[in-house]
């Protein structure tokens, strides 16, 4: 099998000019599911039984059907609901299809990032909101000065882990007509059949994509870790905790 060099050149920098909506989707969906999971956590921590139990459904889709199924359903649903609302839209083309996969990529992602924040929301002393209520906080001061920022600390890596594996998922939007590096790469191999380099240029892209924000993650993780504090009652920060370098590595 002759491994074509030509075709690559030639293919590398049309490819690579369709990173930017990659990068689009992927930080769209990912702002979604800050929103969604941040939301689903707060609630779950107020422990209404009726809403407990709908997050706990919406937790369970999310996680039990495939995120290529969970497009297919976005696929057939929306479109209908569109029709429902604007009965105009015959076909339900009046939202393109990339809003459809950064709702659902963002949505599947946000039940994820709930847990994440939720074990984080545990991680904190109770003692501390106890006595910010003692002084005269609102819940909503406590939450804001005291209880999310040491959050945000502890989920920090394991949110930048998920945002890795959202990035590798805008792969599969192209399924609802989004021209992105994959569907574009899929595109260009079926004219002279060269999938073999194809995939390789894909996986040279993706691999730079984590690479850079891998390193990046780092870095901030890094900066919140040294920046780590106890707050008292009035969110006023009490001394730095260093973290070692070998743990962040």
Same mark, same amino acid.
């Given at each position: 099998?002759?491994?074509? @060099?030509?075709?690559?050149?030639?293919?590398f %920098?049309?490819? =690579?000019?369709?990173?930017?909506?990659?990068?689009?989707? *992927?930080?769209?969906?990912? @702002?979604?599911?800050?929103?969604?999971?941040?939301?689903?956590?707060? @609630?779950?921590?107020?422990?209404?039984?009726?809403?407990?139990?709908?997050?706990?459904?919406?937790?369970?889709?999310?996680?039990?059907?495939?995120?290529?199924?969970?497009?297919?359903? $976005?696929?057939?649903?929306?479109?209908?609901?569109?029709?429902?609302?604007?009965?105009?839209?015959?076909?339900?083309?009046?939202?393109p299809?990339?809003?459809?996969?950064?709702?659902?990529?963002?949505?599947?992602?946000?039940?994820?990032?709930?847990?994440?924040?939720?074990?984080?929301?545990? $991680?904190?002393?109770?003692?501390?909101?106890?006595?910010?209520?003692?002084?005269?906080?609102?819940?909503?001061?406590t939450?804001?000065?005291?209880?999310? %920022?040491? $959050?945000?600390?502890? *989920?920090? %890596?394991? =949110?930048?882990?998920?945002?890795?594996?959202?990035?590798?998922?805008?792969?599969?939007?192209?399924?609802?007509?989004?021209?992105?590096?994959?569907?574009?790469?899929?595109?260009?191999?079926?004219?002279?059949?060269?999938?073999?380099?194809?995939?390789?240029?894909?996986?040279?892209?993706?691999?730079?994509?984590?690479?850079?924000?891998? #390193?990046?993650?780092?870095?901030?993780?890094? #900066?919140?870790?040294?920046?780590?504090?106890?707050?008292?009652?009035?969110?006023?920060?009490?001394?730095?905790? %260093?973290?070692?370098?070998?743990?962040?590595?």
């Open positions: 099998m002759k491994f074509n @060099l030509d075709y690559i050149q030639r293919a %920098p049309r490819i =690579l000019t369709y990173l930017p909506v990659t990068l689009a989707i *992927a930080f769209s969906a990912e @702002l979604l599911a800050l929103l969604v999971g941040f939301g689903i956590a707060v @609630l779950k921590r107020r422990k209404i039984p009726v809403v407990n139990q709908i997050i706990a459904v919406f937790a369970s889709y999310c996680r039990a059907v495939p995120t290529l199924v969970q497009l297919f359903v $976005a696929i057939f649903l929306f479109p209908k609901i569109v029709t429902l609302i604007y009965p105009t839209d015959e076909f339900g083309t009046l939202i299809g990339v809003v459809y996969a950064v709702i659902t990529l963002g949505m599947n992602h946000g039940s994820f990032i709930s847990e994440i924040f939720g074990a984080a929301f545990g $991680a904190i002393d109770n003692g501390q909101t106890e006595a910010a209520y003692s002084i005269g906080m609102t819940k909503l001061q939450l804001k000065r005291i209880v999310l %920022p040491q $959050a945000l600390v502890v *989920a920090l %890596p394991n =949110l930048t882990s998920l945002f890795l594996g959202l990035v590798q998922e805008t792969s599969l939007v192209s399924i609802v007509g989004v021209r992105e590096i994959t569907s574009v790469g899929i595109n260009l191999a079926d004219l002279g059949y060269d999938f073999l380099e194809t995939y390789l240029i894909l996986t040279l892209i993706y691999e730079a994509c984590s690479f850079v924000f891998g #390193r990046l993650f780092r870095y901030l993780e890094r #900066r919140a870790g040294v920046f780590k504090y106890s707050a008292n009652a009035s969110g006023r920060r009490l001394y730095r905790i %260093p973290v070692k370098e070998d743990v962040l590595q």
